[in-house]
C-alpha cells in the first residue's frame, strides 16, 4: 500500500525528492557495474553443460590462487587474469586431462605462488614448521613462567 502522507512530503520537499533519487541512481549504478559480473558463475559462459566437469572446475579453481588477489582463489576473484585462468582450467578439463595434470600445467606456468596450498620443498620448510616451533616456544615460556612464580 502506498503512503500518501510520504509520497505528498517528498514532493513539496524538492530537496528530499533529489536526494532519493540520487541514491536510487547510484544504488542502479552499483549493481549495474559491480554486482553483475560476479553474479555469472566461470561455468556458465560456456555450452557444455556436463555437471561432472563442473564440479572438477569448480574443485580445480579452489586450490589455484589468483595471482592479481593474491588472498582469494580464481573460483572467487572477478580479476580477468582469473578468468583467463579459468577458462584455461576449462579448456584443458574438455581436452580431457586429469586434475593432478591441470595442476602440474598452471603450477609449471605460473609457478609455486599459484597454489593455495605450498608444496613442501627446502625453501618452504620454514613455512611448514614455523607453527610447531612457536607453540613449542610458547609452551617452555609459559613452563619457566609457572616455575619461576612457584619458588
Same mark, same amino acid.
Given at each position: 500500500?502506498?503512503?500518501?502522507?510520504?509520497?505528498?512530503?517528498?514532493?513539496?520537499?524538492?530537496?528530499?525528492?533529489?536526494?532519493?533519487?540520487?541514491?536510487?541512481?547510484?544504488?542502479?549504478?552499483?549493481? !549495474?557495474?559491480?554486482?553483475?559480473?560476479? %553474479?555469472?558463475? +566461470?561455468? &556458465?559462459?560456456?555450452?557444455?553443460? $556436463?555437471? =561432472?566437469?563442473?564440479?572438477?572446475?569448480?574443485?580445480?579453481?579452489?586450490?589455484?590462487?589468483?595471482?592479481?588477489?593474491?588472498?582469494?582463489?580464481?573460483?572467487?576473484?572477478?580479476?580477468? !587474469?582469473?578468468?583467463?585462468?579459468?577458462? %584455461?582450467?576449462? +579448456?584443458? &578439463?574438455?581436452?580431457?586431462?586429469? $586434475?593432478? =595434470?591441470?595442476?602440474?600445467?598452471?603450477?609449471?606456468?605460473?609457478?609455486?605462488?599459484?597454489?593455495?596450498?605450498?608444496?613442501?620443498?627446502?625453501?618452504?620448510?620454514?613455512?611448514?614448521?614455523?607453527?610447531?616451533?612457536?607453540?613449542?616456544?610458547?609452551?617452555?615460556?609459559?613452563?619457566?613462567?609457572?616455575?619461576?612464580?612457584?619458588?
Amino acid at each position: 500500500m502506498v503512503n500518501f502522507r510520504f509520497l505528498y512530503l517528498m514532493l513539496i520537499d524538492r530537496s528530499s525528492l533529489c536526494k532519493y533519487i540520487k541514491i536510487f541512481f547510484l544504488i542502479l549504478f552499483y549493481f !549495474l557495474f559491480f554486482e553483475a559480473d560476479s %553474479l555469472k558463475a +566461470s561455468y &556458465l559462459d560456456t555450452e557444455d553443460t $556436463n555437471i =561432472e566437469l563442473m564440479e572438477r572446475e569448480r574443485e580445480i579453481s579452489g586450490l589455484l590462487r589468483c595471482l592479481v588477489c593474491q588472498n582469494q582463489s580464481i573460483l572467487e576473484s572477478n580479476a580477468p !587474469l582469473a578468468k583467463d585462468m579459468r577458462l %584455461l582450467v576449462r +579448456s584443458q &578439463l574438455i581436452d580431457g586431462k586429469s $586434475n593432478d =595434470e591441470i595442476i602440474d600445467y598452471v603450477h609449471d606456468r605460473y609457478g609455486d605462488f599459484v597454489l593455495m596450498k605450498p608444496l613442501f620443498k627446502k625453501y618452504t620448510i620454514f613455512l611448514w614448521l614455523s607453527p610447531f616451533v612457536f607453540f613449542v616456544m610458547g609452551l617452555l615460556f609459559i613452563l619457566t613462567k609457572n616455575k619461576k612464580s612457584k619458588t
